[in-house]
């Protein structure tokens, strides 16, 4: 039977490529976008280059909580629509001599509908047009559309969708090492690793690299075929 390899994380606004290098390295991804929102977290927010430096960016939420779903939090209404006219600018002008940012404004603005209501789904939609853009074949799989488990959580809930998924090899983001144990995948049939990613610099106007930025400020400085080339950038143990 041939390996069935599958990567299971959250829905993450715009990720940075090591996000993009473990959907690239599995067959299945889950979306995992029915458990908690993580306030201060990547899910609404990420970051890009202005004057050289890291600049945090963040849709407005409506009354997010780490009581609600990812799929339940709402983008602010009334807040939504200004802020995503302001970015859109902030992008153009903080990448305005950037050699790709044609093709990465048409990319973000299909992704920041006018509009638009539910982050989870924002967030979903950003990871599904950086895959098509970057080739990606992997198959993406909503966890709130399939599993019904919600009952469970942590290590037993990622098993279960393993089993469901028939995978034979489980892997995870390296932020994850304290939280699996490799024994308890054994005993299922899984192969458990862990992705470490490698950040090659590349060319951002004249300063030195910052790197871990999001997928946004890739696209911007390299051809999509350059990009697609960096998903092998990584490391399995």
Not at 31 to 54: C, E, P, Q, T
Not at 231 to 237: I, K, Q, R, T, V
């Amino acid at each position: 039977m041939e390996p069935n390899r599958l990567g299971i994380m959250q829905p993450y606004l715009f990720p940075y490529i090591g996000y993009f290098q473990l959907i690239h390295a599995v067959d299945r991804y889950v979306i995992y976008n029915d458990v908690a929102f993580m306030k201060n977290g990547w899910i609404n927010r990420n970051n890009i280059l202005v004057g050289g430096h890291a600049h945090l960016f963040a849709v407005p939420l409506q009354d997010q909580s780490s009581f609600k779903l990812i799929n339940e939090v709402c983008t602010d209404e009334r807040g939504y629509d200004r802020w995503r006219s302001k970015f859109l600018r902030t992008l153009q002008q903080a990448y305005a001599k950037a050699p790709q940012l044609g093709p990465t404004m048409d990319l973000v603005e299909r992704v920041l509908l006018p509009g638009a209501t539910r982050i989870g789904e924002i967030a979903f939609h950003g990871i599904r047009e950086v895959n098509k853009y970057l080739g990606i074949k992997t198959v993406l799989i909503p966890s709130s559309t399939i599993y019904d488990n919600k009952h469970l959580s942590g290590q037993d809930r990622v098993l279960d969708i393993c089993a469901k998924e028939n995978a034979t090899h489980y892997i995870n983001a390296q932020g994850g090492v304290a939280l699996y144990d490799r024994e308890s995948f054994r005993s299922q049939g899984l192969k458990l690793s862990f992705i470490k990613p490698k950040l090659v610099p590349y060319n951002q106007f004249k300063g030195p690299f910052v790197p871990g930025l999001s997928i946004i400020d890739v696209l911007m400085f390299n051809t999509a075929e350059h990009a697609t080339a960096m998903l092998d950038g990584y490391e399995l143990n």
